[in-house]
């Protein structure tokens, strides 16, 4: 065995930076499909204005029935999480056994690219192929992030954990940043291109996600391990998945930290996740953007959301060596309700880009000290850790599909989106008390 075949020492340099550059390949996926330049095609796809920008008609035909625009892709988007969180015990408990996690990693991220690559064909008259590859771009995306998170405790310390988790988050927001800022120079510069108008370049954007997500993943197969487990797969193992989870539920009851924690995290995730999905049809339909070319206002937003956020993920790691991980996760629910008292009042695309600056400050550092707080909160020299943190995206995914129903059925109940922005803020607020219950404990690095 040569030294460049050799597995790479839990902590090396090079396998650190290899699992953080997934975040580089994979957030590209959630800039460009989630947040920007899809929402803003389905909608210009899916909404009737007339020539001052007012919505005309927003229903969309599919499947026999008619949808508001909205409700269609809430309930596609709920549905693809559902499908992640009763998927991920299946994969993750079979990967644990097995040893190879890193292959079922590299489907979910082909499927998903491949997936974002299809809505290249994404139309109203096939409008059923566009969504099937909308859906499976999803779970290809969070499906992968269940065996890319719990590389987390195999490779690193838990000295070095916040750190990297904080790298990782920042090298997503720059090469997705990278890539946004290519594909909206082919949109709005589409004559330059050669292009007849905005559509060509708009689904050439779909491609080049794919493209982008699975070149640069394979910097990262090639250094990170195939497992931590070398057993024999038979159909006993089937649902191991959901057996692993219901011991890691048992184990976790007994450590009350991280039970209070885990239901802490349940509960403002719902709203965090739940903000950056629908972030971009808020915009899309709520602001009064005049002369402003609403597409170029909305993608210069979610650009700033990205730069601001290398910013907050790398002061959230400070902080969070200072003051620890609990306290810090208490100050960002609470800058958070802050956010949605406001983006309650919000009309104007100035005001819009200011709350974009204090979501992108908050976004990345919440996730971020979210993933390695967990992290840190597993007992020692713990193998499954897969099927412990197939437990935490389960719970993220579940809260997500509750988010996206919440605010679809506040939003229909009192006619406007922006009700449910005050409702997921009151998810901060719980979420905010139920992490004063979690008990300080010392880790090497003190959570607080």
Known sequence: MTDTDRPLAKGSKKLLNAWAFYDWANSVYNLVISSTVFPIFYGALTLVKDENGKTLDDTVRFLGADFNNDTLISYVT??????????????????????????????????GAISCIGLFWFNLEHLWFGLLCYFTALIGFWSSLVFYNS???????????????????????????????????????????????????????????????????????????????????????????FRELKQIWKKIKTNIPLKRYLVAFFVYSMAVQTIMLIATYFGIEELDWGETNSTTGLIVSILLIQIVAILGAYITSKCSARFGNINTLIALNFIWIGICIFAYTIVTPMEFYFTAAFVGLVMGGIQSLSRSTYSKLLPENALDTTSYFSFYDVSEKIGIVIGMLSYGYVAQVTGSIRYSIIFLGLFFLIGMLLLLRVKKVEIKDALG
């Open 151 to 241: 590389y987390l405790p195999d490779i690193a310390f838990p000295e070095q954990q916040d750190a990297i988790s904080a790298k990782g988050y920042s090298l997503g927001y720059i090469g997705s940043v990278l890539l946004l800022l290519i594909c909206l120079a082919m949109i709005l510069k589409f004559d330059t291109f050669g292009f007849e108008d905005e559509s060509t370049p708009t689904r050439l954007s779909f491609v080049l996600t794919g493209l982008w997500w699975i070149g640069f993943s394979q910097y990262t197969y090639h250094h990170l391990p195939k497992g931590n487990k070398k057993q024999t797969f038979t159909k006993n193992v089937l649902f191991n998945g």
């Open 78 to 111: 709920a549905a693809a999480f559902l499908v992640v969180s009763f998927l991920s015990p299946f994969l993750s408990g079979i990967a644990d056994y097995v040893g190879n996690k890193k292959v079922f990693m590299k489907f979910f991220c082909y499927l």
